[in-house]
T-cell receptor
Framework: AQSVTQLDSQVPVFEEAPVELRCNYS??????LFWYVQYPNQGLQLLLK??????LVKGINGFEAEFNKSQTSFHLRKPSVHISDTAEYFC???????????FGQGTRLTINP | NAGVMQNPRHLVRRRGQEARLRCSPM?????VYWYRQLPEEGLKFMVY????????ESGMPKERFSAEFPKEGPSILRIQQVVRGDSAAYFC???????????FGPGTRLTVT
């Protein structure tokens, strides 16, 4: 069975500092991976996705993630964060077809001025 | 193109009442997914439907929960005889076909008193 683990429940960083949110997955079949952002009291917005091809995926709002098959990781990075990036971030994975997404527990990113 | 719409956005029910949550997929999308987010947790898959068919209900509780996606009208998630543990945010997502990216609605926050 596929599982997705986000290693940090909370990540505080200072504004303009770099950030990495960690995500590991387990799967024995072809895998699709996603990062979503959830602002307070809102739904989920897709940041980026990995389906196949280049292992470095660029998304919206300056975020990027790297698919690492040997380490079964899909960490999210941003070189310089802004106050507006304060939100909950979810890593999710799906098997072939990606109908049923499995979500990590979420990482709360807090940006301090 | 309007996004995924869910209503109501907030729903309060007393224990033992019924809750009906509605989801209108994006135009042209015939695949609907329901997820539940308990407080401080990630989203958990509940059910995947196509028009008039339940494709995967492996995440649905065995009792009191049901879902439908009729030929006409929105998808409905129905919870009978609600209990306090049903309090959560319920998210609907839609996609144009099997395996495509899922677009999420704003969610319905159910509170059982």
């Amino acid at each position: 069975a596929q599982s997705v683990t986000q290693l940090d429940s909370q990540v505080p960083v200072f504004e303009e500092a770099p950030v990495e949110l960690r995500c590991n997955y387990s799967s024995s079949v072809s895998v699709y991976l996603f990062w979503y952002v959830q602002y307070p009291n809102q739904g989920l917005q897709l940041l980026l996705k990995y389906l196949s091809g280049s292992t470095l995926v660029k998304g919206i709002n300056g975020f990027e993630a790297e698919f690492n098959k040997s380490q079964t990781s899909f960490h999210l990075r941003k070189p310089s964060v802004h106050i507006s990036d304060t939100a909950e971030y979810f890593c999710a994975g799906g098997g072939q077809g990606a109908q049923k997404l499995v979500f990590g527990q979420g990482t709360r990113l807090t940006i301090n001025p | 193109n309007a996004g995924v719409m869910q209503n109501p956005r907030h729903l309060v029910r007393r224990r033992g009442q019924e809750a009906r949550l509605r989801c209108s997929p994006m135009k042209g999308h015939s695949h609907v997914y329901w997820y539940r987010q308990l407080p401080e947790e990630g989203l958990k898959f509940m059910v995947y439907l196509q028009k008039e068919n339940i494709i995967d209900e492996s995440g649905m509780p065995k009792e009191r929960f049901s879902a439908e996606f009729p030929k006409e009208g929105p998808s409905i998630l129905r919870i009978q005889q609600v209990v306090r543990g049903d309090s959560a945010a319920y998210f609907c997502a839609s996609s144009p076909d099997r395996g495509s990216e899922q677009y999420f609605g704003p969610g319905t926050r159910l509170t059982v008193t």
